[in-house]
Nanobody, 116 residues
């Protein structure tokens, strides 16, 4: 299984943007479903969105219209562009692969804090 490393988190003001990247240690070409989840303090991990191997994307209602997932199979990366960020988007964001299988893989997470 590939290892996943997220980057790009940080502190941003409400209304701002961040781009998270997920770098895989190997080829993601054959991995059908990859995506992003997040976990806020005191809350359960929640789904943000997913992308298929052919680039189709699906988003949680909280992410629709503001977040965009892009996948580059040649570079073995999956990115999450987040615009118009809100304080409630504050969370640790996790990249995941092999979703929908018996052995999904998770990254270590990257902190996103939206605050003025």
């Amino acid at each position: 299984q590939v290892q996943l490393v997220e980057s790009g988190g940080g502190l941003v003001q409400p209304g701002g943007s961040l781009r998270l990247s997920c770098a895989a240690s190997g080829s993601i070409f054959s991995i059908y479903l990859m995506g992003w989840y997040r976990q806020a303090p005191g809350k359960q991990r929640e789904w943000v969105g997913t992308t298929t191997s052919d680039g189709r994307t699906t988003y949680a209602n909280s992410a629709k219209g503001r977040f965009t997932i892009s996948r580059d199979n040649a570079k073995n990366t999956v990115n999450l562009q987040m615009n118009n960020l809100r304080p409630e988007d504050t969370a640790v964001y996790y990249c995941a692969s092999n979703l929908g299988t018996s052995s999904p893989t998770w990254g270590q997470g990257t902190q996103v804090t939206v605050s003025s």
